[in-house]
């Protein structure tokens, strides 16, 4: 896609998936309607992710993996 010399590409990544979600590359999604409006995918996976740059080093969140009790309120 012609982003082979992206700088972006090409450096180490820690990501935090403990329930090893599968990647976008590894499912076969399916959409589903939610109520209210919006969608949402049948699979869970590594679709949604928060990033974290500390001291210019890069974390990668499962948000998916995280539940109410991993939150303090």
């Known amino acids: 896609m012609g982003m082979d010399d992206y700088p972006y ?3 180490d990544v820690y990501l935090y998936n403990p329930e090893n979600l599968p990647g976008l590359h590894e499912i076969k999604p399916t959409i589903v309607p939610l109520e209210g409006g919006g969608v949402s995918l049948s699979v869970r996976s590594l679709v949604h992710c ?3 740059n500390i001291n210019g080093e890069l974390y990668v969140i499962a948000m998916e993996s995280l539940t ?4 303090e309120y």
Not at 68 to 71: L, M, P
Request: glycine share 10%; net charge negative; no cysteine.
């Open 68 to 71: 109410g009790d991993d939150y």
């Open 50 to 52: 928060a990033e974290l």
């Open 9 to 11: 590409l090409d450096r």
